[in-house]
T-cell receptor, first 111, second 115 residues
Framework: EDQVTQSPEALRLQEGESSSLNCSYTVSGLRGLFWYRQDPGKGPEFLFTLYSAGEEKEKERLKATLTKKESFLHITAPKPEDSATYLCAVQAPGTGNQFYFGTGTSLTVIP | GAVVSQHPSWVICKSGTSVKIECRSLDFQATTMFWYRQFPKQSLMLMATSNEGSKATYEQGVEKDKFLINHASLTLSTLTVTSAHPEDSSFYIC???????????FGDGTRLSIL
């Protein structure tokens, strides 16, 4: 069965302390891997799409990378406003347009 | 670009009432729209997938007669919670996706409280 696992469940960082979030997947024939940010009481906000192993995308303090089994979301010198839940999702062939979501990593950045 | 508007953002109503939630893609054509339910501190639970002009495909365990989904155009989908009861209280989120391997873009959700 296709699965998406995110770790850690929760992460507390001091402002400026860089770290990485992990998303491992077991889908066969990845069509796309997507990262989202979700603030409390809001819908997820799209961050990145990665389609093939070796691909990288960057946006401000965030950088997403992809291998054949996992993706990392690297956060460099985070600020308190980066505090949110980060979700990853994968799209596999044969499932129509359905995404499989991980359970997310709740990030808290302390000033 | 890729803005999805969901309305209303918050609704409180009495048990037995039907509630309609709208989801609109404002600047792109959404060939597929999704409806999710999210419980506190949990991830998104897919309820149904709809393609424009077709009947929605519901996930196992989701009552199609309770949660009516209409996707009448490439920019609008609606979810109607019929005869709502307190156990239907939740955070409902829609998303819209264009053609191909495009990301889903989400609305800001609707907080539904049934008294």
């Amino acid at each position: 069965e296709d699965q998406v696992t995110q770790s850690p469940e929760a992460l507390r960082l001091q402002e400026g302390e860089s770290s990485s979030l992990n998303c491992s997947y077991t889908v066969s024939g990845l069509r796309g891997l997507f990262w989202y940010r979700q603030d409390p009481g809001k819908g997820p906000e799209f961050l990145f799409t990665l389609y093939s192993a070796g691909e990288e995308k960057e946006k401000e303090r965030l950088k997403a990378t992809l291998t054949k089994k996992e993706s990392f979301l690297h956060i460099t010198a985070p600020k308190p406003e980066d505090s949110a839940t980060y979700l990853c999702a994968v799209q596999a062939p044969g499932t129509g347009n359905q995404f499989y979501f991980g359970t997310g990593t709740s990030l808290t950045v302390i000033p | 670009g890729a803005v999805v508007s969901q309305h209303p953002s918050w609704v409180i109503c009495k048990s037995g009432t039907s509630v309609k939630i709208e989801c609109r893609s404002l600047d792109f054509q959404a060939t597929t729209m999704f409806w999710y339910r999210q419980f506190p501190k949990q991830s998104l639970m897919l309820m149904a997938t709809s393609n424009e002009g077709s009947k929605a495909t519901y996930e196992q365990g989701v009552e199609k007669d309770k949660f009516l989904i209409n996707h009448a155009s490439l920019t609008l989908s609606t979810l109607t919670v019929t005869s709502a009861h307190p156990e239907d209280s939740s955070f409902y989120i829609c998303s819209a996706q264009g053609v191909g391997n495009q990301p889903q873009h989400f609305g800001d959700g609707t907080r539904l409280s049934i008294l």
